[in-house]
T-cell receptor, first 115, second 116 residues
Framework: DQQVKQNSPSLSVQEGRISILNCDYT??????FLWYKKYPAEGPTFLIS?????DKNEDGRFTVFLNKSAKHLSLHIVPSQPGDSAVYFC??????????????FGEGTQLTVNP | DSGVTQTPKHLITATGQRVTLRCSPR?????VYWYQQSLDQGLQFLIQ???????AKGNILERFSAQQFPDLHSELNLSSLELGDSALYFC???????????????FGPGTRLTVL
């Protein structure tokens, strides 16, 4: 049961344009969402997060949008840079006070930004 | 650099053997999480410890075990290794557990385990 899905395995954009990465989830108990970037042979690097009480969070070139009714979130990168080329993972957690917050990951989307 | 360290970076061993992976969380973080990333699957949660106690279990095999020590570092023990255990094993840490707050997990660089 894939509770977090990233339906696009890859995305290619031109430098300077917008990159939009999408993520869908099925578990309505999820209340915290994160995006991680991963380069080969490295661990995931935290990018940006959003709580379920918000619908938008912005940090520099990165903006995450959350649509709870559609169970959908997206990551916008503007402007895209060649250094953004990496695999992007969407992750979600359903916080339980007694047991912390394991992350459920999507399959990842390979973003390639062409110069 | 996330502040989470993992050793060793690479590990090559044979089927049937036992290995120990080590993780040191970020300074001040009390929770440690272990994840497995294999070729045919994404990042899968294995187990979580908070301040020395096991808090949550995911899809962790009975051949695998973990513990968190008083200095908060954690070890993941993998025994009776099989070819299918070859994967990247990541440790992550976060600061707090309760009070209804959410927290971000920061990942280490991972240990690549190859079972021959």
């Amino acid at each position: 049961d894939q509770q977090v899905k990233q339906n696009s395995p890859s995305l290619s954009v031109q430098e300077g344009r917008i990159s939009i990465l999408n993520c869908d989830y099925t578990n309505s108990m999820f209340d915290y969402f994160l995006w991680y970037k991963k380069y080969p042979a490295e661990g995931p690097t935290f990018l940006i997060s959003i709580s379920s009480i918000k619908d938008k969070n912005e940090d520099g070139r990165f903006t995450v949008f959350l649509n709870k009714s559609a169970k959908h979130l997206s990551l916008h990168i503007v402007p895209s840079q060649p250094g953004d080329s990496a695999v992007y993972f969407c992750a979600a957690s359903a916080f339980k006070r007694a047991s912390g917050s394991r992350l459920t990951f999507g399959e990842g989307t390979q973003l390639t930004v062409n110069p | 650099d996330s502040g989470v360290t993992q050793t060793p970076k690479h590990l090559i061993t044979a089927t049937g053997q036992r290995v120990t992976l080590r993780c040191s969380p970020r300074s001040g973080d009390l929770s440690v999480y272990w994840y497995q990333q294999s070729l045919d699957q994404g990042l899968q949660f294995l187990i979580q410890y908070y301040n020395g106690e096991e808090r949550a279990k995911g899809n962790i095999l009975e051949r695998f075990s973990a513990q968190q020590f008083p200095d908060l570092h954690s070890e993941l023990n993998l025994s009776s290794l099989e070819l299918g255990d070859s994967a990247l094993y990541f440790c992550a840490s976060s600061f707090q557990l309760g009070q209804g707050a959410v927290d971000t997990q920061y990942f280490g660089p991972g240990t690549r385990l190859t079972v021959l």
